[in-house]
C-alpha cells in the first residue's frame, strides 16, 4: 500500500466527518469525476460543492470503523467504512425525512493525482437504507 495515499483518503474522511468542506474540497482536483451511488456521473468540484451542498442539509452522517486500501503505486484506493446517519430533511424521490436514524456499510473507489482525489465513486445499498428510514 502507498502511504501517502492511504494519508490522503484519512485526511478526506476526517474532513468530512468534522464537516470541515474547506479542507474536504481542497484534497479534490478540479476536474473530479463523482460517481454518485446508483446514480450519474458529475465531473468538476463545483459540481461536487453543490452535491455536498445538498447532502449535508438533507443528511447528518459519520463514517465509522473505516478500512483503507491502496495499490503500491498510489494511483487508486479503496474504503470500507459504516455510514452512521440521520435523515433530516426530505431528498427528492425519497422517502419523507422525519429524523430517522440508519447505519449503512458502504464502500468508495478512488483514482489519485497528484496527490489528489481525481475520481471517487460511491457504493451503498439504496434498498436497505430505505427499508431503514421507512421502518
Not at 502507498?2 to 474536504?24: K, P, S
Not at 497528484?114 to 421507512?134: G, S
Request: hydrophobic share 40%.
Amino acid at each position: 500500500m502507498n502511504e501517502n495515499t492511504i494519508n490522503l483518503i484519512e485526511q478526506y474522511y476526517a474532513a468530512f466527518n468534522n464537516n470541515d468542506m474547506e479542507t474536504f474540497l481542497n484534497l479534490l482536483t478540479d476536474d473530479v469525476i463523482h460517481d454518485i451511488n446508483q446514480g450519474k456521473r458529475e465531473i468538476g468540484k463545483e459540481a461536487f460543492t453543490q452535491f455536498m451542498a445538498c447532502m449535508n442539509h438533507n443528511y447528518k452522517e459519520q463514517l465509522v470503523d473505516m478500512v483503507i486500501m491502496s495499490t503500491t503505486d498510489g494511483s487508486r484506493a479503496a474504503a470500507e467504512f459504516i455510514v452512521l446517519g440521520e435523515y433530516l430533511q426530505t431528498d427528492e424521490g425519497l422517502p419523507i425525512a422525519q429524523g430517522q436514524k440508519y447505519r449503512l456499510p458502504a464502500g468508495a473507489f478512488f483514482e489519485i493525482r497528484d496527490n489528489k482525489v481525481a475520481r471517487i465513486t460511491n457504493y451503498y445499498n439504496l434498498q436497505d437504507w430505505i427499508a431503514q428510514v421507512n421502518a
